[in-house]
Nanobody, 125 residues
Framework: VQLQAFGGGLVQAGGSLSLSCVVS????????VGWFRQAPGKERAFVAS????????YYGDSVKGRFTISKDKTKNTVWLQMNSLKPEDSAVYFC???????????????????WGQGTQVTVSS
């Protein structure tokens, strides 16, 4: 499975950005697609995830109510709509595939085994 993330950029605090993740390759074993982010000097952190066959969504506490994850299986694409952005949202955002979805481990980096290249999001104050 290959993933490509798009849509990063520079935005002012309070603004919005939409990221997209295009998935290709052998997708038959995909069970969920997630977004993570990593700021300089910090560990990679869970942002959101959506199950591939169903419509279950999961969010990290810091983005609940501001970010929305969605998917279009016909386009093999997952979006992350980010609203009310804050400077602390600045990071490189990665999308990744989970092949063995488990709602108890959906936030774990190790649950995901295929990763995209990342896209930079910078929120200015």
């Amino acid at each position: 499975v290959q993933l490509q993330a798009f849509g990063g950029g520079l935005v002012q605090a309070g603004g919005s950005l939409s990221l997209s993740c295009v998935v290709s390759g052998r997708m038959f074993s995909m069970s969920a697609v997630g977004w993570f982010r990593q700021a300089p000097g910090k560990e990679r952190a869970f942002v959101a995830s959506v199950t591939w066959s169903g419509d279950s969504t999961y969010y990290g506490d810091s983005v609940k109510g501001r970010f929305t994850i969605s998917k279009d299986k016909t386009k093999n694409t997952v979006w992350l709509q980010m609203n009310s952005l804050k400077p602390e949202d600045s990071a490189v955002y990665f999308c990744a595939v989970d092949r063995n979805f488990n709602r108890f481990t959906v936030t774990f980096v190790r649950s995901y085994d295929s990763w995209g290249q990342g896209t930079q999001v910078t929120v200015s104050s």
